[in-house]
């Protein structure tokens, strides 16, 4: 795939769960910084989390952790952002968005790029085109 594509929005009730999948074809000779964003009409876009693939590590804005999980099918090509709790002020469209390192560079030096650019949209090159979630009390 050349965008990540991004299931699983939809309306809850405050408190409960949804999982959003981001679908994004991995290449063998690269290492990817995967990201989700959300953004609420009219407001910036902010990130929530982020996975490097070749370390398999897990980033979290602090707000968010404890509530939102990160994580990779390898399988299917899938990476999931498990919400729950989820409260009226996390509705938003969120979006998945990738970034990829060639594998030229060490798995060091492709993660420390991930650890260092993923809250900001600047540092991911291929985006999805969003899902809602709206989360009603």
């Known amino acids: 795939q050349v965008q990540p594509v991004e299931h699983g929005g939809g309306s809850v009730q405050a408190g409960e769960s949804l999982r959003l999948s981001c679908a994004y074809s991995?290449?063998?000779?690269?290492?990817?910084?995967i990201g989700w964003f959300r953004q609420v009409p009219g407001k910036e876009r902010e990130a929530v989390a982020a996975?490097?693939?070749?370390?398999?590590?897990?980033y979290y804005v602090d707000s968010m952790r404890g509530r939102f999980t990160i994580s990779q099918d390898k399988t299917k090509n899938l990476f999931h952002l498990q919400m729950n709790g989820l409260k009226p002020e996390d509705s938003a469209i969120y979006y998945c968005?990738?970034?990829?390192?060639?594998?030229?560079?060490?798995?060091?030096?492709?993660?420390?790029?991930?650890?260092?650019?993923?809250?900001?949209?600047?540092?991911?090159?291929?985006w999805g085109q969003g899902t809602q979630v709206t989360v009603s009390s």
């Open positions: 968005a990738a970034e990829s390192y060639s594998r030229l560079l060490s798995t060091a030096a492709a993660e420390r790029r991930c650890e260092n650019n993923w809250k900001t949209a600047a540092g991911f090159h291929s």
């Open positions: 996975f490097y693939t070749g370390t398999e590590s897990s």
């Open positions: 991995l290449n063998a000779d690269r290492y990817r910084c």
